[in-house]
C-alpha cells in the first residue's frame, strides 16, 4: 500500500479497496494476515524502514502466497534493488503481481523487463521530486521562509503573519526568562 500523511488514510484505504476488489474478480482468498501495509512509509527512500515490505517478502519466501495484488507496481517499490530482491524470490516460488491496470508474471522475462523500466522510471521520478522540494527549501531558507511542517504558535499558517494573541503569550515567555 502506498504511504500516506501522518494519521491521513484515506488513499491507503482507497487503494486497499481496490486491491480487495482486483482479488475479487480473479477469485483470489485473502488471508487478513497477507495483507501488507506500509502507511507513511516511502517505497523510495532507501533508508526508511517498511515492516509490511518485509513481511511481504518473508511470506514470499516461505510460499505463503503466489500472488500479490497491489494498487500499481510503484506503491509496492520504487527502487531497483527491491524489484530484483523480489525477482529472485519470485525465481524460486512462482509469484505474479496484480495491479488495477496490469497483471505481471514475475517469472517471464517480458514482464520482468517491463516491471525494471516501470520501477526506474518510478525511481527517477522520485529522485526528480526529491531534488525540487530540496531546491525550493533552499530557497526558502535564503529567503528567511518557513520549510513547512507544523504552524508555529504566534504566527499564522505560511508562518510570515503574526497572530497577536499568541504573540503576545510568546513575548510574556521570553520577558520571564
Not at 485473502?30 to 515490505?53: E, L, M, Q, T, Y
Not at 506503491?75 to 534493488?81: A, D, F, K, V
Not at 524470490?89 to 512462482?94: P, R, T
Not at 517471464?108 to 520501477?119: A, M
Request: charged letters at 35%.
Amino acid at each position: 500500500m502506498s504511504q500516506a500523511e501522518d494519521d491521513d488514510q484515506t488513499g491507503v484505504d482507497r487503494q486497499e479497496r481496490i486491491c480487495r476488489k482486483i482479488a475479487e474478480r480473479r477469485g483470489f482468498v485473502i488471508n487478513p494476515a497477507h495483507v501488507f501495509v506500509d502507511n507513511s512509509r516511502s517505497a523510495w527512500s532507501r533508508k526508511r524502514k517498511r515492516p509490511g515490505w518485509d513481511r511481504l517478502l518473508v511470506d514470499a519466501r516461505d510460499r505463503s502466497f503466489r500472488h500479490i495484488v497491489a494498487y500499481h507496481p510503484d506503491r509496492l517499490m520504487r527502487q531497483p534493488r527491491d524489484l530484483e530482491e523480489l525477482l529472485q524470490v519470485s525465481d524460486d516460488h512462482a509469484i505474479t503481481l496484480h495491479g488495477e491496470a496490469n497483471r505481471r508474471d514475475l517469472s517471464g522475462p517480458d514482464d520482468r523487463f517491463i516491471l525494471r523500466i516501470e520501477v526506474a522510471h518510478a525511481c527517477r521520478s522520485s529522485d526528480d521530486t526529491s531534488r525540487r522540494l530540496k531546491s525550493a527549501m533552499q530557497d526558502h531558507a535564503r529567503e528567511g521562509k518557513p520549510q513547512g511542517g507544523v504552524r508555529r504558535f504566534g504566527y499564522a499558517k505560511g508562518g510570515m503573519t503574526i497572530i497577536e494573541d499568541e504573540a503576545e503569550i510568546v513575548r510574556e515567555v521570553f520577558d520571564r526568562t
